[in-house]
Structures are given as C-alpha cells and as structure tokens.
C-alpha cells in the first residue's frame, strides 16, 4: 500500500488551502457543539404524565450546520407534537410516513432551508436532525410527550426522565453499504441501523456547556402526597395549595443519568378507576387502572426460577455488584419448595449448574457463593442466554405445579432488541418474564416490553441505591400473578378497541393499565379469574376528565399491540405496517414507522448549499467503568488550564473576492457566502446520503426535463473543473469564476431534481470538495504544484461521483430500497 | 499518480500515520509512560467511539479507511505530542473539516518547540505526625543518621513556632 503523503501538506510551506483555519487561543474557551440547552417539564395528573421537550441547537460554525442529536425519551411515552422554532416563529410539525417525511426533510435542506426531522429508532431512542442552522443562530425544537406512570398499591409512583442513550452492545458482523445513520457503530446484520444508536462520547471531562432545566408539576387535586424523593438529583421541591412543583437545584448538572422522582399519594384513592376524555369530534377514549385486590398469606404455586445474571463490561463497577446483591436479595425471597438456577452471561452464558437446585438453606448459600465469583467482562450476548434460559424452563422434567419464571437481571444495553423480543415471544412458552432494569441511565424501553411480552413486570434499581425498596415489590410479584385472564365489556363499548389487547395480569401490589374507546358507554366491567379459579369482577364508572393525552396514549399502545405482531408474522408485515401508519397520521403520533418534519418556507438562508455536518457528543452514562484499559488516554499529562485551547475558526482571507459570489439573501449574506470552510465529509449529512431510502411512494418521477437540465449542468461543472486542472498541471493558478459559478447552478439544478437523493457522492463533491478547490485556489499565497496536487486528488472523488450520476440518470440504483426501521421493530 | 489511499486496513491506516509522524517528528521515544505513541488498532476504535476518528467504510465486511482518516489520526497524536490531554483534542478538533485538521497539524508542525517539558512523577508516602502536622516521604528515600535527622526536626519545629507564636513542646 502506497502512503498517504499527498494528501498531509505539513510540510510545505505556502500550500494553503486556505478554507477555514483553527487557531489555539489562550483564555477563553468556547464549546464548538451543536446542542445548546435542553429543557423537560413534566406535568403530572391522574398517573399522566405529558411532557414538553425543547431542545436548542446553535451554530458556533462560519458555515450552515446540520445538527444531529440521538437522545431518550421514557420507553413507551407517545410523542404526539413537534415544532421548530426560528427567532419567534413557530412552525408546527407534521406526520408523514416515514420514509416520505425524510424525503421531504431532505428536499428542504437540498433548497438551502431551514429543516428539522425526528425519527424514533427505538422504543426510548430518537433523533432528531435539524438542518441548515444559519452561522450565529439557533434554532430550538419543542416534542410533546406524553405516558402512563406505574403505580403500586401503597401509593407508590415513579416519573423516569431519561436524558442520555447509554452505550450498546452491538451484535453481528458489519455489512457492506450506505450506513443507516451518524453513529459510530458500523450497521450489522443483527443490528441493521447500529449507526443510528451510538451517537460519539465525550472525552471525561468535556463540559459540553448543555444547560439542563427539568421541572415537574404533581397536580394534586386534593389528594395528600408524601415521600417526594428524587433519586438521582439535587431538586427544589415548592409546595402549592393545588400542586408540588420540584425543579433542578442547578442547571449545570451533566447529562449522564435519568431524572427519577417517587411520590406516594395516601391510600384511601387507590381503587380501581376508569377515566375518559372526549376530543372535539366526538371521539372518546379511556384509560382503566385496575388495582389488585389485598391479598392473605402465601397462596402461589411453587416456583422454577431461573436468573439471567447480566456480568457483560457495561456492568463493571457498582452495578455489578448492585446486579449481583439484586439477584442475591431476590434468591432470598424464595421458598423452601421453590427451585432456581443462575445464567450469568457476557459473550457466552454460564450456568451456576446445569439443573434447578432447591432453594434451601443450603441451596441459597451456593447461589450466594456462585454471585460473589460473577465480574463484569465481554458482550452482552443477551439473545442466546435468554433462549437458554427459556429452553431450561421448558425442558424441565417434572412440572406439574410448579410455575415456570425468567427473571433477567441487566441494563438492557443492546442493540438488536427486536431479535430478543422475538426470541421471547416464540420460546416463552408458559413461562413468566421479569425484568429488573439495572442503571442510572437504563434501557427502559425495552425492559418494559420484555416485561410486557413476557407477562410479568418490570423494575428499575439505581446502582448503589437502596436495593431493599427498589425490588421491595419483585420478590412478591414473581410467579404466580393474582388475578389472570382479564377482559372488558359493557354497554355502548368497543370491546376491540382494548390495547394492549390482553390487559396485563394483577400482581400484588401492582396496578395494571389498558386503554380503549368507550364509545358510548358510562361504566365498565372488568372481569377476570383468581389464581384459585375464583371470579375477580368489578364494575366502573367511566370518570370524565380533561386530558387529551388519553388520545394519543391509546394510539401508542394500540401501535405497541401491532409492532409485536409486525415482529412475528413476517407475512402480515405489508398490512400492519399500513396500520401504524394509518393509526400514527390520524393521532399525530411519531412511530417507527413514521416521523415528524418541519420546514422553514419563509426564507433560504443555506443558497450556496455549503454544509457541515455535527453529531452532538453526549455523556458516558454515570457510574459507568467500562474500558478501563482506554482509561490512560483520557487522562493524559496535565495541562495548566490557562493554556487550554480554544478554536476560532476565522473568516477566510479572501474575503475581497466577495462580488464573484452568487448573490445569497441580504439577510442571511454570510451564511449563503460560498467562501466558507468546508464541512466533514466523512459524516455527510442525513440531507445527503438518503441513497438506501430511495423512493417507494410519492417521490416525483423522473422526467426528460429533469434528465437533461441535470445532465447539462453536470457537464458545464465537469467541463469548468477540467479547464482549471489543466491550468494548475500548467503551473498557473487557475480562475475560478466559471467553476463556481456552473458548481452553484449545479447545485440549485439537484435541489430540483429527483435525483438528488441518488447521487451522494456528486453532491459531496459539490457541497465541499469542489469549495476547497475554488477557495483554495483564491487563497493569498497558493502555489500552483499545491494546487495541482489538490486537483489531481479531487479529480478521482469526482470521477467516482460521474460514474455515480450516469447510473442515476440510467435509473440504475446502487442500492434495492429498503427500510432499515422495518428490522428493529 | 496519487496514492490509493482510500482503502486502508485498519493496521495500514497505524502503519501510514505512524510513518507520517515519524517523518515529522512527531514521535519519539517514550521515557516518561505518556501517550503520544504511535497510533494502534485500539487506540483508533477508541477515538472513533468520541467521534474523532470517522466510523470506517465497510468493504466486504471488512473496515477501510480513507486519507480523511489518516489525517485524523495525524492530527490528533500531533497534538498529543504537544502535551495536550485528549479532553483538549476533543474539544479543538470535534465537527472539523479537512481543511482546518490541516489547519491545526501545521500550526503544530511550524512550531514544534511548543511542546512542553514532560511531567515528572514523583510518588510520596505521607505520614500524619499529629493533626496539623504532615511528614511527606518521597519514594526510594534512605534515613541518614537518626541523631541528626533529630536534630533537624526539632531545628525546623523552633523555627515553625517562631514564626507562629504557637509553641509545641
């Protein structure tokens, strides 16, 4: 392999590219990062909680940024509003199908306008891009969340905000092609969109400068609320005649673990309840809360637990050993006629034996002993050891009265979700699932659904907090539930409409939700079976309240209801998925499936289509040891912190040469100037490398007209870019004004044609290979052997890119569409 | 004829940015454990993961790496060789084009003398006399004999309370 000299112009003096310079400045030091400030408040009524999201992005660049931000939000929560807003402009969001909002994201960022898209990747997991962000400005984008909070019968309740996405373990081999999206995860065959879920950390240290404001509002509405703790974070709590108002004591606090906060409302109003909402054409949906009854002494099956122990290196530290003290808490609150058995796994699964063993003293104390040998080390292979553990159940000799438990002790920190829920749904058998979720920043989304699908519950332990309260609740609920078999009915009432279509069975101690469409009813009854066969039967009225969550709350579960089956009836897939869609467009309802994008008409302010392209960096999760191996290379020699460096990135000395430009808006002449650094091209945006979504509906068709414009302005370039190498070979400094004019009209020629999406490679070239060329060639001080050197370099990126643009225009894709959100459901 | 440069193993990818950083002097024999060795396998993952380094091309489900990685590979250890922590690097060089890497390597190479002496680490036991007062030991120290060192404590305690006005007998 030959080196890579020409392309490091160390060492020769007066090669000047000349497009951007950083420079080390002593003193003040300016964050060169997109996101600005988030904000999160919470208003809390009835066991809803809705939550409004904003999150501001600023440009500290000299060219048009294109923001990228992977973050969480609560697993299950329903996202029904988004908006972007510009100075004091607001300009609501739509919900299109997601391949169409994308399309239409990128057209608008193609035409040099402001642009924002969220996507949902996984049930917690989403991103947001937020195109064209003027230099100097920002822009802020607002999400409307809403969810249902757990409760137990003690009163009990939990609001889990979650601020950062956790490492995960990527599974699989890397596959070839267009990656999904901005992380540093390569795509797998197991994780199809791993580089949408693994946005960059920062360094230990970084102050990334995020302001973060949360404040929650418990509406009370008479009832008396105690113990208000949150578990995680310094707050302000503010006691009103009608709310508790608690807000974060600092807005400097890092963005490394999830917001927590439990209350407890006083007992006396824990019954079952139903409440209903009516929307403004009529529609009416309710949300049912059913309560267990209190339940007298031990009257559950005998049990055959089997603990899937997750030791994998995302567990190092303290939630290791939080991990292992859970298991061995829960190993306690087993009977004498109960059997267990241990599955600790990182890449490979170890069995603490190959059979059950009798929770005895004697058994408790090898299971006690087996955890203290458990440390963090390896993957988080999770699938194969839920598929052993689940085999184990199932392969048990004899059964009869013994109920079969999975009980997965982990912090859900994987990527390839979908294959483990489907290893659940298929294997489960008759056995029970429960989860107990193990992180200050913890897959929540996920655990929950497991949970779900595996018809137990799940839980959430802070590492290093107090297990004893945390999993109070768990030892009592794992096995036998309380009441099973629960359905609806009533006068008037869309018995159909239920979701999750089976309302989960009552543990004690915890209430169970479903949602459905009461139509015309007043009450409900619920009716289900003791586990002694006994009738359970209650009658409710439906309690009317202002809360259009209830909508939007009913839509999401309803969606959650048909992912699951989308996930396991491959040949059902075309109908499901139209609908979700259906379901998400008439709720404005963001699903995997669809996405929400807003776009800013009012002005271009990006003409030129010069683009950078930045992923926001965020947080190692708290508590988290992992690779302490790499650990060496954070902390490096001192440095005295009055040398820190600081960038500046300055104007472009060439600054005289204004005139030549394409006359950008008066308003926005900076920003549209061509003379800006060039972006990354490594990391070219979502705009632009849209290559494997291609278009299956409603994309404009390619017509003649299209094919010819794009095909003369795409010679009139090559024909310029030939002249001014055979200038530079010539050893003259070639004129540029040609180039960039037939570069601009390019440009603005492809922001009109379909087949901008097709030709990521041309459009790279254009946006920054080609801005390099003409700055380069305008800098005070370029040698024409440089030049000629940058040229000849460029000349093979641009032959890449025609070859690229004739398959287009041929209509040969590089690529067959496919929609990678479609595997990860 | 340019150099194909834009299908590096991950392993050609340390090799060329080793050999560019010696040419430029930029690497240079480790005497003090720190880190401004030549770039390896892990180390560049590593770098990846902070978004440093871009995520590779995969090739036949192999990683390939491009000049535009080279060149952050270069830039990054040339700075460390500067002395300067990884926090640092991160913050200068995150969301950078090409053209400012370029920018930011030779504004390290045309100064090379910037770089600042090494850090020498000196390990000390401590030992609590009584509160208030310290006994700092450096490692590898050998007692010379007691009855001077007596001498020279109680020397230094009379000149400490002296200047105090305190008085421990």
């Given at each position: 392999?030959?080196?890579?000299?020409?392309?490091?112009?160390?060492?020769?003096?007066?090669?000047?590219?000349?497009?951007?310079?950083?420079?080390?400045?002593?003193?003040?030091?300016?964050?060169?990062l997109?996101?600005?400030?988030?904000?999160?408040?919470?208003?809390?009524?009835?066991r809803?909680?809705?939550?409004?999201?904003?999150?501001?992005?600023?440009?500290?660049?000299?060219?048009?940024?294109?923001?990228?931000?992977?973050?969480?939000?609560?697993?299950?929560?329903?996202?029904?509003?988004?908006?972007?807003?510009?100075?004091k402009?607001?300009?609501?969001?739509?919900?299109?199908?997601?391949?169409?909002?994308?399309?239409?994201?990128?057209?608008?960022?193609?035409?040099?306008?402001?642009?924002?898209?969220?996507?949902?990747?996984?049930?917690?997991?989403?991103?947001?891009?937020?195109?064209?962000?003027?230099?100097?400005?920002?822009?802020?984008?607002?999400?409307?969340?809403?969810?249902r909070?757990?409760?137990?019968?003690?009163?009990?309740?939990?609001?889990?905000?979650?601020?950062?996405v956790?490492?995960?373990?990527?599974?699989?081999?890397?596959?070839?092609?267009?990656?999904?999206?901005?992380?540093?995860e390569?795509?797998?065959?197991?994780?199809?969109?791993?580089?949408?879920?693994?946005?960059?950390?920062?360094?230990?240290?970084?102050?990334?400068?995020?302001?973060?404001?949360i404040?929650?509002?418990?509406?009370?509405?008479g009832?008396?609320?105690?113990?208000?703790?949150?578990?995680?974070?310094?707050?302000?709590?503010?006691?009103?005649?009608?709310?508790?108002?608690?807000?974060?004591?600092?807005?400097?606090?890092?963005?490394?673990?999830?917001?927590v906060?439990?209350?407890?409302?006083?007992?006396?109003?824990?019954?079952?309840?139903?409440?209903?909402w009516?929307d403004?054409?009529?529609?009416?949906?309710?949300?049912?809360?059913?309560?267990?009854?209190?339940?007298?002494?031990?009257?559950?099956?005998?049990?055959?637990?089997?603990?899937?122990?997750?030791?994998?290196?995302?567990?190092e530290?303290?939630?290791?050993?939080?991990?292992?003290?859970?298991?061995?808490?829960?190993?306690?609150?087993?009977?004498?006629?109960?059997?267990?058995?241990?599955?600790?796994?990182?890449?490979?699964?170890?069995?603490?034996?190959?059979?059950?063993?009798?929770?005895d003293?004697?058994?408790?104390?090898?299971?006690?002993?087996?955890?203290?040998?458990?440390?963090?080390?390896?993957?988080?292979?999770?699938?194969?050891?839920?598929?052993?553990?689940?085999?184990?159940?199932?392969?048990?000799?004899?059964?009869?009265?013994?109920?079969?438990?999975?009980?997965?002790l982990?912090?859900?920190?994987?990527?390839?979700?979908?294959?483990?829920?489907?290893?659940?749904?298929?294997?489960?058998?008759?056995?029970?699932?429960?989860?107990?979720?193990?992180?200050?920043?913890v897959?929540?989304?996920?655990?929950?659904?497991?949970?779900?699908?595996?018809?137990?519950?799940?839980?959430?332990?802070?590492?290093?907090?107090?297990?004893e309260?945390?999993?109070?609740?768990?030892?009592?609920?794992?096995?036998?539930?309380?009441?099973?078999?629960?359905?609806?009915?009533?006068?008037?009432?869309?018995?159909?409409?239920?979701a999750?279509?089976?309302?989960?069975?009552?543990?004690?101690?915890?209430?169970?939700?479903?949602?459905?469409?009461?139509?015309?009813?007043?009450?409900v009854?619920?009716?289900?079976?003791f586990?002694?066969?006994?009738?359970?039967?209650?009658?409710?009225?439906?309690?009317?309240?202002?809360?259009?969550?209830l909508?939007?709350?009913?839509?999401?579960?309803?969606?959650?209801?048909?992912?699951?089956?989308?996930?396991?009836?491959?040949?059902?897939q075309?109908?499901?998925?139209?609908?979700?869609?259906?379901?998400?467009?008439?709720?404005?309802?963001?699903?995997?499936?669809?996405?929400?994008?807003?776009?800013?008409?009012?002005?271009?302010?990006?003409?030129?289509?010069?683009?950078?392209?930045?992923?926001?960096?965020?947080?190692?999760?708290?508590?988290?040891?992992?690779?302490?191996?790499?650990r060496?290379?954070?902390s490096?020699?001192?440095?005295?912190?009055?040398?820190?460096?600081?960038?500046t990135?300055?104007?472009?000395?060439?600054?005289?040469?204004c005139?030549?430009?394409?006359?950008?808006?008066?308003?926005?002449?900076?920003?549209?100037?061509?003379?800006?650094p060039?972006?990354?091209?490594?990391?070219?945006?979502?705009?632009?490398?849209?290559?494997?979504?291609?278009?299956?509906?409603?994309?404009?068709?390619?017509?003649d007209?299209?094919?010819?414009?794009?095909?003369?302005?795409?010679?009139?370039?090559?024909?310029?870019?030939?002249?001014?190498?055979?200038?530079?070979?010539a050893?003259?400094?070639?004129?540029?004004?040609?180039?960039?004019?037939?570069?601009?009209?390019?440009?603005?020629?492809?922001?009109?044609?379909?087949?901008?999406?097709?030709?990521p490679?041309?459009?790279?070239?254009?946006?920054?290979?080609?801005?390099?060329?003409?700055?380069a060639?305008?800098?005070?001080?370029?040698t024409a052997?440089?030049l000629?050197?940058?040229?000849?370099?460029?000349?093979?990126?641009?032959?890449?890119?025609?070859?690229?643009?004739?398959?287009?225009?041929?209509?040969?894709?590089?690529?067959?569409?496919?929609?990678?959100?479609?595997?990860?459901? | 004829?340019?150099?194909?440069?834009?299908?590096?193993?991950?392993?050609?990818?340390?090799?060329?940015?080793?050999?560019?950083?010696?040419?430029?002097?930029?690497?240079?024999?480790?005497?003090?454990?720190?880190?401004?060795?030549?770039p390896?396998?892990?180390?560049?993952?590593?770098?990846?993961?902070?978004?440093?380094?871009?995520?590779?091309?995969?090739?036949?489900?192999?990683?390939r790496?491009?000049?535009?990685?080279?060149?952050?590979?270069?830039?990054?250890?040339?700075?460390?060789?500067?002395?300067?922590?990884?926090?640092?690097?991160?913050?200068?060089?995150?969301?950078?084009?090409?053209?400012?890497?370029?920018?930011?390597?030779?504004?390290?190479?045309?100064?090379?003398?910037?770089?600042?002496?090494?850090?020498?680490?000196?390990?000390?036991?401590?030992?609590?006399?009584?509160?208030?007062?310290?006994?700092?030991?450096?490692?590898?120290?050998?007692?010379?004999?007691?009855?001077?060192?007596?001498?020279?404590?109680?020397?230094?305690?009379?000149?400490?309370?002296?200047?105090?006005?305190?008085?421990?007998?």
């Amino acid at each position: 392999m030959k080196p890579a000299e020409s392309v490091v112009m160390v060492d020769r003096p007066g090669h000047f590219r000349g497009v951007g310079r950083v420079e080390c400045v002593r003193g003040e030091e300016k964050v060169m990062l997109p996101l600005a400030a988030v904000g999160m408040k919470a208003r809390v009524s009835d066991r809803v909680a809705r939550v409004t999201v904003t999150q501001t992005f600023q440009n500290p660049f000299t060219d048009a940024l294109e923001a990228v931000y992977i973050f969480p939000l609560s697993g299950g929560s329903a996202v029904s509003d988004f908006e972007m807003r510009v100075g004091k402009r607001v300009i609501k969001g739509a919900v299109k199908e997601r391949q169409e909002a994308r399309a239409t994201y990128a057209k608008a960022t193609q035409e040099g306008k402001r642009a924002a898209l969220m996507e949902q990747e996984r049930d917690d997991v989403f991103t947001v891009s937020c195109g064209n962000i003027p230099p100097g400005e920002t822009v802020t984008v607002v999400i409307e969340t809403a969810e249902r909070l757990p409760f137990f019968d003690d009163g009990m309740t939990e609001l889990r905000l979650p601020v950062v996405v956790a490492p995960r373990y990527i599974a699989g081999t890397p596959v070839d092609g267009e990656p999904t999206g901005d992380g540093v995860e390569s795509d797998t065959d197991t994780v199809p969109d791993a580089s949408r879920i693994t946005p960059p950390r920062l360094v230990e240290g970084f102050d990334p400068k995020v302001s973060l404001h949360i404040e929650v509002e418990l509406l009370t509405a008479g009832e008396e609320l105690r113990d208000v703790a949150c578990t995680q974070h310094a707050v302000r709590t503010s006691l009103g005649m009608e709310k508790v108002a608690i807000r974060l004591s600092s807005e400097q606090e890092p963005l490394d673990r999830d917001f927590v906060l439990r209350w407890r409302i006083a007992s006396a109003s824990l019954r079952t309840t139903c409440l209903g909402w009516k929307d403004d054409k009529g529609r009416r949906f309710a949300m049912l809360s059913v309560v267990p009854p209190k339940r007298d002494g031990f009257l559950g099956l005998a049990r055959d637990v089997v603990f899937v122990l997750d030791h994998s290196g995302s567990m190092e530290g303290i939630k290791m050993a939080s991990a292992a003290r859970s298991c061995s808490m829960l190993l306690q609150t087993l009977g004498p006629r109960d059997r267990f058995a241990i599955a600790a796994f990182d890449d490979s699964t170890s069995w603490m034996d190959r059979q059950f063993t009798w929770a005895d003293d004697a058994g408790l104390a090898r299971g006690d002993a087996f955890l203290r040998t458990v440390s963090a080390d390896g993957g988080t292979e999770l699938a194969p050891a839920l598929g052993e553990a689940l085999d184990a159940v199932l392969k048990r000799r004899e059964t009869s009265g013994r109920s079969p438990v999975v009980v997965i002790l982990t912090d859900g920190e994987v990527g390839d979700e979908s294959g483990i829920l489907r290893i659940l749904q298929k294997k489960l058998g008759d056995a029970r699932a429960f989860t107990v979720g193990i992180d200050t920043a913890v897959n929540s989304g996920f655990l929950k659904r497991l949970a779900a699908l595996g018809g137990g519950t799940s839980s959430f332990v802070t590492p290093g907090g107090d297990l004893e309260d945390a999993l109070r609740s768990v030892g009592r609920e794992i096995g036998q539930p309380l009441v099973t078999d629960l359905s609806i009915a009533g006068n008037g009432l869309d018995a159909a409409s239920l979701a999750p279509s089976r309302i989960p069975d009552l543990f004690a101690g915890r209430a169970s939700a479903a949602h459905f469409l009461p139509t015309s009813a007043t009450t409900v009854r619920v009716s289900g079976r003791f586990s002694d066969g006994r009738a359970f039967d209650q009658t409710v009225p439906i309690h009317e309240i202002d809360q259009p969550a209830l909508a939007s709350l009913w839509a999401r579960a309803r969606v959650a209801d048909l992912e699951d089956q989308f996930r396991l009836h491959p040949e059902l897939q075309a109908d499901l998925k139209t609908q979700i869609v259906r379901i998400a467009c008439e709720h404005t309802l963001l699903t995997r499936f669809t996405a929400f994008v807003a776009v800013d008409h009012a002005e271009i302010v990006n003409a030129a289509g010069s683009s950078r392209h930045v992923v926001q960096p965020v947080e190692m999760p708290a508590k988290w040891e992992m690779d302490k191996g790499m650990r060496v290379f954070c902390s490096a020699a001192p440095v005295q912190d009055a040398e820190c460096a600081s960038i500046t990135t300055e104007p472009l000395q060439f600054e005289a040469c204004c005139e030549e430009a394409p006359a950008p808006s008066p308003k926005n002449r900076k920003s549209a100037s061509p003379k800006k650094p060039a972006s990354r091209s490594g990391l070219v945006g979502a705009s632009l490398s849209f290559r494997d979504s291609g278009r299956n509906q409603e994309a404009p068709t390619l017509s003649d007209k299209h094919r010819d414009d794009f095909t003369h302005a795409l010679e009139a370039f090559a024909k310029a870019l030939a002249a001014a190498r055979t200038e530079s070979r010539a050893g003259r400094i070639p004129q540029t004004d040609v180039l960039e004019e037939a570069r601009v009209a390019l440009v603005q020629t492809l922001a009109a044609s379909p087949l901008a999406p097709d030709v990521p490679l041309l459009q790279r070239f254009l946006r920054q290979s080609a801005l390099e060329l003409v700055a380069a060639c305008r800098t005070d001080g370029a040698t024409a052997a440089g030049l000629h050197e940058m040229f000849e370099h460029h000349a093979r990126l641009f032959e890449s890119a025609l070859k690229e643009a004739d398959a287009a225009v041929a209509g040969q894709r590089g690529r067959r569409w496919w929609a990678f959100w479609e595997k990860t459901v | 004829m340019t150099p194909p440069t834009d299908d590096l193993t991950l392993d050609e990818l340390c090799q060329d940015a080793t050999r560019l950083l010696q040419k430029h002097g930029l690497l240079d024999a480790q005497t003090d454990g720190r880190v401004s060795d030549a770039p390896d396998a892990r180390t560049v993952r590593y770098y990846t993961t902070m978004g440093l380094v871009d995520r590779p091309r995969i090739v036949d489900r192999e990683a390939r790496y491009g000049w535009r990685q080279v060149l952050q590979v270069l830039t990054i250890k040339a700075l460390q060789h500067q002395g300067r922590p990884l926090l640092q690097i991160q913050k200068l060089l995150y969301g950078r084009s090409e053209a400012e890497l370029e920018s930011v390597l030779r504004g390290v190479t045309e100064r090379p003398q910037q770089r600042r002496p090494a850090v020498k680490t000196v390990t000390v036991r401590e030992v609590v006399l009584e509160p208030g007062l310290r006994l700092l030991v450096e490692d590898g120290f050998a007692a010379s004999d007691a009855d001077s060192l007596v001498a020279r404590f109680r020397a230094a305690v009379a000149a400490l309370s002296a200047s105090n006005g305190g008085s421990p007998s």
